[in-house]
């Protein structure tokens, strides 16, 4: 795992050394163990190349593995981030004695050599790269088909400048560029920025599945990878759902064993939960030793510790547990977190991801986790809607009105999981009164349409977004259309976004910040395409989710950990703006800053955080966004 810098100068003057390596220089908590950059003379038609790397030594951690490498007496040059888990088998097909180490690096060099930019498309793993063919004056960058590992980038008059965390690319010589306001919008809907949009005017995600090809001055991004669509009849190539089940296992089993390969010591995140449970399993199940786990406990946390579902997994399996217990400072912590995840980013469960990273660098490099299964196998409690909608067709939507506002006037928590449930009922009443595809914006969204009209300023009152992006992608699979579509849809639409730009950022970002290889299991490509083409009636059974890998769970796992009630990784924030966070964040989102740039009304926000305050109406996820925008906005944008 490692922070990567290309930048080629199209202008007819070298790349700046100093600039290059303060861009690399940043990066230095992606890959704390070896810094690399090269400057490339400018060619004959004026392309000037800079290439930095941070190296994370995982594979062949001697010197010949560091980078910036070079392939066929420098005509290829190459900076990567993340493993391609195959390169043992491409290696073989490409000539083992070609090479001189024994990374997956120098076989992405390789197979580029023999087959361009189709390469791509036959490794397996989580990657984002940037490959210079000097002699066609080519830059080839790719990530990986889920977005497990990110890449930015950013096309000015000079040239092209890609890197692996967007902190990077703001060291570039000129002016920051302005805030995006649709993605600042679009952050308030959701949580975070979508790709390929960034925060910033200009500055782009390389969308998962997707290489960039620049050449001439010539730019060129396009998709290698799509996400197959189940069969629009909903019947199974399957018998049965054993055999399905049968089927799955063996393929998660061959993705556990291909995510063992490491030169470092590797362990798991074990959160007692179904996916990080089975990942634990297959692991001791591969293993000569007992497998090192880890879960992260905060003092006092009482319905958020999930604690000792961990043990009772950890003791089943013999695995060397590490119970890390820590003392959560939501004010200490914040401002930090920001800084790691460049853009403004609102999925409160990057806290204790935060500490369990943390704790986990001091005992081992690589831990593999369960991420993923909620959104391959239908976990969310949301994709249950269109049984929902299917019972209570006969609900007229004035009556859901009624029935949501009746919900809404009762007081609200998330201590327990009942409260918790209720809260997701209030949303379900609301979305009942929609067509699906507005039903879908509003299950995911944090800020409702509605309330944007009072809370956004002169500078974002235009900005609304409609769902128009995600209609086009949700009509775009009218082929599902029937029944059990709500399934399919939402998971193509979850894979699409909620899982790279939120769920993998933040395993990402969180990791990265100190050093540490996540690898995840479950998001094998061959998996996730497996299960795109399983019917619905597989994932999802009435209000039963995840339906079939509780069927695969059921192999090796107790009742008591397959059939327990979903628990997300989860802060109680709610709490905190009523505690420890209520002064500091009442200061920074009442002050003048975010009223006097046109971004929000301070009497709207005024009104939200009484309405919480007062346990009226649970509004702890928007304020939680807020509060984070406007740290960002203090410490990064402004900085």
């Excluded at 699979?477 to 029944?483: F, M, Q, T, V």
Aim: hydrophobic share 40%.
């Amino acid at each position: 795992m490692c922070g990567i810098v290309a930048w080629v100068r199209s202008d007819g003057r070298s790349v700046d050394r100093q600039v290059l390596e303060r861009m690399t220089a940043i990066q230095a908590h992606r890959g704390p163990d070896a810094q690399g950059v090269v400057v490339l003379p400018a060619e004959d038609e004026g392309v000037s190349v800079g290439l930095g790397h941070r190296r994370l030594k995982v594979l062949d951690p001697s010197p010949e593995g560091n980078q910036p490498m070079a392939w066929g007496s420098g005509r290829l040059w190459i900076v990567h981030n993340g493993e391609v888990y195959n390169f043992r088998e491409l290696k073989e097909e490409l000539g083992p004695e070609t090479f001189r180490t024994a990374t997956d690096t120098e076989v992405i060099l390789a197979a580029y050599a023999r087959w361009a930019e189709r390469s791509v498309e036959r490794f397996n793993g989580m990657f984002g790269f940037a490959l210079w063919d000097g002699e066609r004056g080519r830059l080839l960058a790719a990530r990986d088909r889920l977005g497990i590992k990110p890449l930015y980038y950013w096309q000015r008059a000079d040239g092209l400048a890609i890197s692996s965390e967007l902190k990077a690319l703001l060291q570039l010589p000129g002016p920051r560029p302005d805030i995006d306001l649709d993605a600042l919008d679009a952050y308030l809907t959701f949580g975070y920025v979508p790709a390929p949009a960034t925060i910033y005017e200009g500055i782009r995600k390389l969308s998962p599945g997707h290489r960039l090809i620049w050449e001439a001055e010539s730019l060129k991004v396009e998709p290698y990878w799509e996400l197959p669509l189940p069969n629009s009849s909903g019947e199974s190539s399957f018998s049965s759902e054993e055999e399905a089940a049968e089927a799955f296992l063996e393929l998660l089993r061959q993705s556990v064993r291909r995510r063992l390969v490491s030169d470092v010591p590797l362990g798991a995140f074990l959160s007692g939960g179904l996916d990080s449970s089975l990942v634990v399993a297959l692991m001791a199940e591969a293993c000569s030793g007992p497998v090192e786990t880890f879960t992260v406990r905060f003092r006092g946390a009482g319905y958020y510790d999930e604690s000792p579902y961990a043990h009772q997994v950890s003791e089943l399996f013999g695995t060397d547990h590490h119970l890390l217990e820590v003392e959560a400072s939501a004010v200490e912590i914040l401002p930090r977190l920001v800084w790691h995840t460049d853009e403004p980013f609102a999925d409160s469960s990057a806290v204790p991801t935060y500490y369990l990273a943390q704790k986990t660098r001091s005992h081992v490099t690589v831990a593999l986790s369960g991420t993923g299964g909620d959104d391959i196998l239908a976990g969310y409690r949301r994709y249950t809607f269109g049984d929902l909608r299917r019972r209570f067709w006969w609900l007229r939507p004035s009556i859901a009105r009624g029935l949501r506002h009746l919900a809404a006037g009762l007081p609200v928590s998330r201590r327990t999981r009942l409260l918790e449930t209720f809260l997701l009922g209030q949303r379900f009443l609301e979305a009942l009164a929609l067509e699906p595809a507005q039903a879908y914006l509003r299950l995911v969204a944090l800020c409702p349409e509605a309330l944007k009209g009072s809370l956004y300023g002169p500078a974002l009152a235009s900005r609304r977004t409609d769902g128009s992006q995600l209609e086009e992608l949700w009509h775009r699979y009218r082929s599902l259309d029937g029944k059990g579509d709500f399934v399919a849809k939402a998971l193509a639409l979850d894979q699409r976004y909620y899982l790279p730009d939120d769920l993998l950022v933040k395993e990402d970002r969180m990791t990265m910040a100190h050093g540490l290889e996540g690898r995840y299991p479950l998001l094998d490509h061959g998996l996730v395409e497996f299960c795109a083409r399983l019917p619905s009636s597989m994932k999802v059974r009435g209000l039963s989710t995840k339906h079939l890998l509780k069927i695969v769970g059921r192999k090796l796992l107790p009742p008591s950990v397959v059939d327990r009630p979903k628990h997300g990784f989860a802060v109680p924030i709610g709490e905190w703006f009523r505690g420890e966070l209520a002064r500091s964040a009442r200061e920074l989102l009442l002050g003048d800053a975010l009223e006097r740039e046109g971004f929000f009304r301070r009497a709207a926000v005024e009104r939200l955080w009484q309405e919480h305050a007062a346990g009226r109406v649970d509004h702890s996820p928007l304020l939680w966004a807020l509060l984070v925008f406007g740290i960002w906005y203090e410490t990064v944008h402004e900085a």
